[in-house]
């Protein structure tokens, strides 16, 4: 499924959906350039899941939890991770897909790290517009996107 978004705002309205029907278990892998608007999808789903406060890049972090939220939610960026084995010394690998809904930028650099069942989201574009094109690799993550279509 394939989104063209105009602007960051739109963006993070993209992601409120999606952060509105998170479940507990969730993975969603974001992919795409610098700057792409990762963080800024990521905001709209913190927004969505009930996150009322600033939501930052975790890039220094590596994850950002918000305990708080519908379903309590992690969000990671695994850029500067040089190696799979520092996903679990973050602890990461062992949550993932358990606890919480998480969100990861950068995932593809850990390509086959990550549970079978998850939202693959990939963004693309430069300038304003983006495109943004999901896929689902199980029924849990496919009823997702149809709350989104
Ligand atoms: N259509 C758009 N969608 C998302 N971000 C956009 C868009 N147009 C401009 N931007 C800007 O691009 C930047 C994206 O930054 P960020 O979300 O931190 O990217 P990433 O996490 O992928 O590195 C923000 O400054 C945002 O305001
Ligand atoms: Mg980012």
């Known amino acids: 499924m394939v989104h063209n ?3 960051a705002a739109q963006m993070q309205a993209l992601g409120e959906r999606l952060g509105a029907v998170l479940f507990v278990g969730a993975v969603v892998l ?3 350039g610098l700057g792409a608007g990762k963080t800024t999808f990521a ?4 927004r969505g899941l009930g996150v009322t406060g600033l939501v930052t890049s975790p890039t220094f972090a590596l994850v950002n939890e918000y305990p708080e939220a519908r379903v309590a939610f992690r969000h990671a960026d695994v850029y500067r991770l040089g190696h799979p084995d520092e996903l679990i010394s973050a602890g990461i690998a062992e949550r993932i897909g358990a606890d ?3 969100l990861v930028e950068w995932a593809e650099r850990f390509g ?4 079978d ?4 989201v990939r963004i693309e574009g430069a300038g ?3 495109r943004v094109c999901f896929v ?3 029924a849990r993550h496919q009823a997702l996107l149809r709350t989104l279509a």
Do not use: K, S, Y
């Open 136 to 138: 689902a690799t199980d």
């Open 5 to 7: 978004i105009a602007t």
């Open 100 to 102: 919480g809904a998480w």
């Open 30 to 32: 974001v992919n795409g």
């Open 128 to 130: 304003q517009g983006r």
């Open 112 to 115: 086959a790290a990550w549970p």
């Open 117 to 120: 069942g998850r939202l693959e």
């Open 43 to 46: 905001q709209g789903v913190a």
